[in-house]
């Protein structure tokens, strides 16, 4: 049987130092330990032949900032990826991408691994992110200062997925987007509690009553709830497909 090897990030950056990061710590950083997962991180300058180091140019066309050249990029993705048998996917971090959801979170998890591109500066020349089909991804509506954290928050996603990384599958299949709906709200001891006004707060009645049935039904009403005033985007999608949505 042919030896299989763990789910393989490949990072291309001019700010390799950003990696692990955040992503060294906790359930990902000892996943990442005990070689649940690997990373490997490059540095995109190293790809520059002048004595300046020069990866970026100005834009064709005028305007501000600077961009990073096809041919730095080019040789970059030419060490990273091996082009007989690496399956992984080519991923570029922009705000120009689609945006991230956990249905391709998902797929990428079962993916051999992938690799990302982290632009910095105004972008990436788009010829380049053409001739090697890359696809581009935005992890929101707003602009970060380069792709880093983009990349970090999508390794975040999909690392804690892989098998063996998080503890019960049933925490990762209650969670919020699994079924298309925004999670219930959780509550945990002290059951009453005094907040700083003085007011009592207690815990909603249903969950310490052990039914367990009327429980689950209380927790799908507050999912429904909350996805339908939070996130009427997403309340339409679960609507559309779910009976019991259609009707309200
Ligand atoms: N680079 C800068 N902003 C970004 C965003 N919102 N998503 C992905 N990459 C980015």
Redesign the pocket.
């Known amino acids: 049987m042919a030896e299989t090897s763990a789910w393989t990030a490949t990072v291309l950056s001019l700010f390799p130092e950003m990696f692990p990061g955040s992503l060294g710590q906790s359930l990902a950083g000892k996943a990442l330990a005990r070689g649940a997962w690997q990373l490997d991180v490059r540095d995109i300058r190293a790809q520059a032949s002048d004595l300046h180091g020069s990866v970026d140019d100005m834009p064709f066309g005028g305007g501000a900032g600077m961009v990073m050249r096809p041919d730095i990029v080019d040789s970059a993705l030419n060490d990273a990826v091996n082009p007989v048998d690496d399956q992984r996917p080519i991923i570029y ?3 120009r ?1 689609r945006p991230l959801d956990q249905a391709r979170v998902q797929d990428l998890a079962n993916d051999p691994g992938v690799i990302l591109l982290c ?1 910095r500066y105004e972008g990436v020349d788009q010829r380049v992110l053409d001739a090697w089909q890359a696809e581009e ?11 880093e ?2 990349a970090l928050v999508l390794l975040d996603a999909v690392v804690r997925l892989l098998p063996g990384v998080m503890g019960t599958a049933e925490s990762l299949s209650e969670e919020s987007f699994e079924r298309g709906l925004l999670e219930y709200p959780h509550y945990t001891r002290p059951a009453d509690w005094v907040d700083r006004q003085g007011q009592k707060r207690s815990v909603p009645d249903i969950l310490t009553s052990g039914h367990h049935g009327r429980i689950a039904e209380w927790r799908k009403a507050q999912a429904e709830q909350a996805t339908r005033t939070r996130r009427p985007d997403l309340w339409q999608r679960y609507a559309a497909k779910n009976d019991e949505g259609q009707k309200r």
């Open positions: 971090l922009t705000p991408g632009g991804i935005s992890v929101g509506d707003y602009v970060l200062s380069g792709g954290p983009a």
